[in-house]
């Protein structure tokens, strides 16, 4: 028996592609999280590191917070002392000026001697006359006595910087060695020294 076409249900419309317009004060809101969110996750994923966390931002930020060990703060005071006192001679590199007569500091056996006590002597009376530096011989009158019108303290950080830049490596000097060696030469005065006297100071090791 066949049924009527009056009681058969209507076949669902085929789907239609097409439009929906979004309310404009909804897609603002939508936006502005969307931005929020960003900025947020930008600041602190601290680069998805997991050593990173609030409310440091990355490992750079997290390092220059720690505390410094008292030879990295020497070294670091050291280091404003030689480019105020002693960097348009020996050059920011440590590498010296021929222009100057100004040896290289970088390498220099005079500056990773066992001892600082010839180094020292140097800083704070300057040098006259020829010194051989790394098989060179250089000679430029005479090196200003920059240590003169230091401290103790600040002689001791700018040799310390000296002996640990540039590839050097060797120990600290204490303000202990500079005052030692000043009341050692206390009558010598301000005479420079030649590098014949300076080999004959004996090095006491760092």
């Known amino acids: 028996m066949s049924q009527s076409t009056d009681n058969m249900l209507p076949e669902n419309a085929e789907p239609t592609t097409g439009s ?14 969307t931005y929020v ?48 006192n002693c960097s348009n001679c020996h050059q920011p590199s440590g590498g010296g000026s021929q222009g100057q007569g100004a040896p290289p500091l970088a390498g220099s056996e005079w500056v990773l001697a066992e001892g600082p006590e010839r180094i020292i002597r140097i800083v704070n009376n300057g040098l006259t006359g020829p010194i051989e530096v790394l098989g060179q011989t250089w000679s430029s009158g005479t090196m200003t006595p920059v240590g003169a ?53 004996e090095l006491g090791g760092e």
Do not use: H
């Open 20 to 33: 929906v317009t979004m309310p404009l004060g909804l897609a603002i809101v939508f936006a502005l999280v």
């Open 37 to 84: 969110g960003c900025n947020i996750t930008d600041s602190a994923d601290g680069g998805f590191s997991a050593l990173v966390y609030a409310p440091y931002t990355d490992e750079a930020e997290i390092s220059a917070t720690q505390a410094k060990t008292p030879r990295e703060l020497q070294i670091e005071r050291g280091a404003a002392l030689y480019k105020q």
């Open 149 to 201: 019108a230091m401290s103790d303290k600040q002689v001791a950080d700018v040799i310390t910087y000296i002996r640990n830049a540039w590839g050097n490596a060797a120990g600290v000097v204490t303000p202990e060695q500079v005052k030692a060696a000043r009341e050692e030469t206390a009558g010598r005065g301000t005479k420079a020294w030649t590098a014949d006297e300076l080999l004959q100071v």
